[in-house]
């Protein structure tokens, strides 16, 4: 897929929160074969350093970063974090998010469109967190954004894909627009479901930091995305209601 | 004077952000500023610094 003229191999795209350990992390990115990792901005305190110990394992993992504005829930507050994360991961791009729901993390699509279209004229490349919302779809394409981020579930809930019909119509709206589920997948299979109906890729977190397996997780996560692909790739069949034999009708024996 | 960093009221002596972020301890730690609420980019550390002035100082983690 490309993405703001950039090339993306891999079309499963992996956080690093949440990890039982560095070398875990390290581990189900290795399987995931993930080439985006997301990444976030927090304080640090003088003499911490922590940053520059994560910053020195993510570069070992040798992926494109994609920093986030997780947590924000103002426009100032997300510009501001953004402005701080270009700096340090030396990257225009941004995940955006501008959180309107503190029990559903749902994205404050007033906000989310203000916040795009500052970042744009400010040379950022958005990768907008949103909804399956069509109407806010097309107001994040005007205010510059050229990928869509549609959540499955809500943050770190593992529900999959729970408006399936908004997320196809959001698909079959804008064909040409690279589309990322981003958000609520928990199983593999949904991350399928989520390549079949044509999404470009996903990104997930939870679902593989919190196994127990974690780099097992990932290497699944990494096949199922991989089916779905090949499958919305192979042009599926059409459902029908009606049996319909398999085995050929004429030749078969008279045997009644 | 007294500015609040990273939430917490914090007395420096220095008067601009750089001369405050190498009293902190920062010094060539990989971080990046903000003072009441605007972005301040790291070629720009020699604002100068008012009481009550609130700056946030991040630096890069793990995220979703």
Request: hydrophobic letters at 45%.
């Amino acid at each position: 897929m490309r993405v703001y003229e950039t090339e993306i191999a891999s079309r499963l795209m992996l956080g690093t929160a949440q990890y039982p350990s560095p070398a875990t992390l390290a581990e189900a990115f290795r399987r995931s074969g993930a080439g985006i990792a997301t990444v976030s901005v927090r304080r640090e305190a003088g003499g911490e350093r922590a940053g520059a110990a994560f910053w020195d394992l993510v570069r070992e993992l040798g992926v494109t970063v994609l920093p986030n504005t997780a947590g924000c829930h103002s426009v100032r507050e997300a510009v501001t974090t953004a402005q701080m994360a270009r700096e340090l991961f030396d990257t225009a791009w941004i995940k955006l998010e501008v959180i309107g729901h503190a029990d559903t993390l749902q994205p404050d699509p007033f906000g989310l469109v203000e916040a795009a279209r500052i970042l744009t004229e400010d040379g950022f490349q958005v990768f907008p967190y949103t909804t399956e919302d069509v109407v806010l779809a097309e107001r994040l394409l005007q205010a510059g954004c050229e990928v869509l981020m549609p959540w499955g579930a809500p943050i770190g809930t593992g529900l999959g894909l729970t408006n399936i019909y908004g997320l196809r119509t959001l698909r079959a709206q804008f064909p040409d627009v690279p589309m990322v589920v981003d958000a609520g997948l928990g199983l593999p299979s949904q991350a399928t479901m989520a390549m079949e109906m044509g999404f470009d890729a996903v990104l997930l977190n939870t679902a593989v930091a919190k196994a127990g397996d974690p780099a097992a997780m990932a290497e699944g996560f990494a096949r199922a995305v991989e089916a779905g692909r090949l499958a919305f790739e192979a042009d599926p069949m059409e459902p029908r209601d009606m049996a319909a034999p398999s085995t050929p009708v004429i030749g078969k024996a008279f045997l009644s | 004077m007294k500015i609040t960093v990273n939430g917490t009221e914090t007395e420096v002596q220095g008067d601009t952000l750089a001369a405050a972020l190498d009293e902190l301890g920062y010094g060539e730690a990989k971080v990046a500023t903000a003072v009441n609420e605007a972005f301040v980019p790291a070629t720009a550390r020699d604002r100068a610094l008012s009481p009550g002035d609130r700056v946030e100082i991040v630096a890069p983690r793990q995220g979703g």
